[in-house]
């Protein structure tokens, strides 16, 4: 069951504007901004939701704040593909990164019930509530509550204002000694598919809508900090310095250049820093910086960490200052599942006469549900690849192909799986 041009034509304007509608729900005025069991995250959810329930769907709100929304299958139960994305954005975000998937999988389901098609097996959205990180630091909260795989210290980790994740739960109507029932038995799903902006440049590259997602790289987060000694600018000889930014300055262009001679798809950024204390007139004493290093094996990424701790003692030594590190994140390379690629290519060569398999540099739910299930992930193109950026765009004519593919390859997964049910 693929949507016809003039269906998908419909949905796609439907999408845009529903994008644009949700980037108005933010707390921060004049960017996009919404945060992991915020006020803003209690109403997108009530809001798509209401999209869920408008086009057929069983709609609840899980333990972890998570909206989900069954579409009932044939028979009186059956386990179920699961579609979705997250709703969760990064500080001053892109309107279409983890959203575009959420709406597109309403659509799919939308289209169903109008047409009154129910298929062999049962179809659900997820909208998960955390991806991003943003709030509390830790990724996947969402999706690694349906594998049941949230750990309870995560209850204790705080915001910048110092609110715990257990009082963030409480605020948002939820009880944290609940969590565990957010979890889902493994008889109950057999495949989740994701269909996401690039976040990259290689579509474009390409002259291609869509493509077929083959891996996801690990990532290692780390706290760091070189720790000198504070003094006045004025009085004390460059000589006798304990300067703690020039030593992360010197590091930080080697991270550059090491990373980069390494190995083509390692990446590695800091993008927090605060240099203390903070005064003109001040010595820096201490610089606390992140470091997210990414890449296609476990390998890669724990050679890369070892060689720039090393620098970074060999740098603090050489200038009689210490620097410690501490890894707060970890996820391995996730490989999507070769069936549910084979069936994504097929749909997108239906509609774009050809297709492309290629990594994906940043994670998604799929990391998570991968430890439990077969995941796939549909590409489709965004402008010059820019995303957690206000610029994200994505061509309205590309949605449409994404959802003619999109809807093939639910049908043609469910046609597969359902086989595989049926037999046992």
């Known amino acids: 069951m693929m949507l016809d041009s003039n269906e998908a034509k419909i949905s796609a304007k439907r999408i845009i504007s529903r994008c644009n509608e949700l980037a108005k729900i933010t707390c921060m005025e004049a960017e996009i901004t919404r945060l992991y069991l915020s006020k803003e995250h209690l109403i997108v959810n ?44 990064v500080k001053n975000a892109g309107r279409y990164d983890g959203i575009l998937g959420v709406l597109s999988s309403i659509e799919v389901v939308y289209w169903l019930n109008k047409k009154n098609i129910r298929l062999k097996l049962a179809i659900e959205v997820i909208g998960f509530g955390d991806e991003e990180g943003t709030r509390f630091g830790i990724t996947l909260l969402g999706s690694r509550a349906i594998t049941g795989t949230w750990k309870k210290k995560w209850l204790f980790y705080t915001d910048v204002e110092e609110i715990s994740i257990s009082q963030a739960m409480i605020n948002f109507g939820l009880n944290s000694n609940n969590i565990h029932n957010a979890s889902r038995n493994v008889e109950d799903i057999v495949a989740y ?3 996401h902006i690039e976040q990259g440049p290689c579509l474009e590259k390409e002259n291609l809508p869509l493509g077929v997602v083959t891996n996801i790289h690990g990532a290692r987060r780390f ?13 004390v000889p460059m000589m006798y310095r304990r300067d703690a930014l020039i030593a ?3 590091w930080i262009t080697y991270m550059e250049y090491i990373t980069i001679k390494t190995h083509s ?10 240099c203390s204390p903070g005064a003109i007139n001040v010595i820096p004493g201490m610089i606390n910086f992140s470091l997210d290093i990414r890449g296609p094996k476990d390998v890669l990424l724990e050679s890369l960490s070892y060689v720039l701790f090393k620098q970074a003692k060999r740098i603090a030594n050489n200038r009689h200052l210490n620097f410690e590190y501490e890894e ?21 060569e239906k509609v774009q006469g050809k297709s492309i398999l290629l990594p994906s540099g940043a994670g998604h739910d799929a990391v998570a549900i991968a430890e439990r299930w077969p995941v796939a992930m549909l590409f489709i193109r965004n402008y010059r690849g820019i995303s957690h950026n ?35």
């Open 248 to 250: 992360f300055s010197e």
């Open 328 to 348: 707060y994140y970890r996820t391995s390379e996730t490989i999507c599942d070769t069936t549910l690629q084979n069936i994504l290519c097929t749909s997108i």
């Open 390 to 424: 206000p610029e994200e765009s994505v061509n309205i004519n590309d949605i449409v192909l994404a959802l003619q593919a999109y809807s093939d390859a639910v049908f043609r997964i469910v046609e597969e799986k359902s086989k595989y049910y049926n037999s046992h």
């Open 223 to 235: 706290k760091c900090k070189f720790v000198g000694e504070s003094g006045h600018a004025g009085t």
């Open 193 to 195: 598919v994701e269909l």
């Open 265 to 274: 798809q390692l990446v590695a950024t800091v993008g927090i820093i605060n």
């Open 46 to 89: 009530k809001l798509v939701g209401q999209w869920m329930q408008e086009a057929g769907m069983l709609v609840w709100q899980d333990e972890v704040g998570n909206i989900c929304g069954r579409y009932n299958s044939t028979f009186i139960k059956t386990p179920a593909v699961i579609l979705g994305s997250h709703l969760d954005t």
